[in-house]
Every structure is written in structure tokens, then in C-alpha cells.
């Protein structure tokens, strides 16, 4: 019996490529080199999902001076910024803003000395903002001055008064 010199190549071709895969995979020591395959595929990294924004009127019982307004604002160190609000200037940018409730909620600099105000809206933005915990606290802290200073209630953006406990719970997801 005699075997074609066709199939003896061919079986010499895959002996010698069984070899060399062999040959190399016993030299192989690394073991950073080799792919760890997995069937299961490890879960999405947790991500905070936060508020877009968190706005907090401030409604005084009698209107408030714009010249005492003013001089709150400025006594804690807020700023008048191009789009006509005040905002609190932070390392990485502005940590809350303070705008009038009256349409169209902007402060005219100008005038706002001789002007009344019916009322603030105190917001941050907690899902851009680097710190949004610290800037949840400087928001609370300044309100609640306010609100002694102006005698004032604190309500939500649908005119319901803000709890101490609806705050904390709002720190709370903000924290968490």
C-alpha cells in the first residue's frame, strides 16, 4: 500500500504547526499575557442618578428692601453674574444661585437697591456640580440665615413649606 506524497505533506504540515502551538504555550510563564474569558459579564459600575436641580423659595411675610437684599447678599459673598442672578463662586465653579421670584427672576443691579422683593429662589444643581453635598450645605446654611433675617418660610417649587425632616431627607439622597 502506498500513500500519496500529497497526503504525507499535509499531515507533516499540521504535525509541525501542532508543535509549534504546543512549543509555545509551554514556554509561556507570564501569566499577564493570557485573556481571562468570562461567561458573565460583571454589572454596570453603581452611579449616583442626582437631581437635576434643587430650588428653594424663600417667602417673607412683608417684602424684602433690595437695599438689605443687597447687603445679605454681598455680606455672603455672592456675586452678580451676566445672566442678572447672584451665584456663590466655588473652586470649580458657581456652588448655588439666588434669583427673585418675580418674572423674570433676574435682578436689575442697577435698581435693585431702591426695589422690593416678594420673594428668592435659592437652587444649586447637584448632578454637575463636583461637590454636590458641600453645596447642598452652603445652600441650607445661607437660606436659614435668610429666613431669620427676612422672616420668612421656606417652601418647594409647587408653594408647599419645606420641613426640616423633607431637607434632611434630601441630603440624604444627595449623599448617598
Request: net charge negative.
Amino acid at each position: 500500500m502506498t500513500i500519496p506524497p500529497v497526503y504525507l505533506v499535509s499531515g507533516l504540515t499540521g504535525l509541525t504547526v501542532l508543535l509549534l502551538v504546543l512549543r509555545r504555550g509551554l514556554q509561556q510563564t507570564d501569566d499577564s499575557q493570557f485573556v481571562e474569558m468570562t461567561t458573565q459579564s460583571s454589572p454596570p459600575p453603581v452611579t449616583k442618578k442626582l437631581p437635576k436641580l434643587v430650588s428653594i423659595y424663600l417667602v417673607p411675610k412683608s417684602p424684602i428692601l433690595g437695599a438689605d437684599l443687597l447687603s445679605f447678599l454681598l455680606a455672603n459673598d455672592l456675586q452678580y453674574s451676566n445672566q442678572k442672578i447672584f451665584y456663590l463662586p466655588g473652586e470649580q465653579g458657581e456652588r448655588l444661585f439666588v434669583a427673585t421670584l418675580s418674572s423674570p427672576g433676574t435682578f436689575e443691579i442697577k435698581t435693585m437697591a431702591s426695589e422690593t422683593f416678594s420673594g428668592l429662589s435659592f437652587f444649586i444643581q447637584p448632578n454637575i456640580s463636583h461637590s454636590p453635598l458641600e453645596d447642598f450645605d452652603a445652600l441650607c446654611s445661607l437660606i436659614f440665615t435668610a429666613k431669620d433675617l427676612f422672616d420668612a418660610t421656606l417652601q418647594s417649587t409647587d408653594q408647599k413649606e419645606i420641613s426640616l425632616d423633607a431637607l434632611r431627607e434630601l441630603r440624604e439622597t444627595i449623599a448617598a
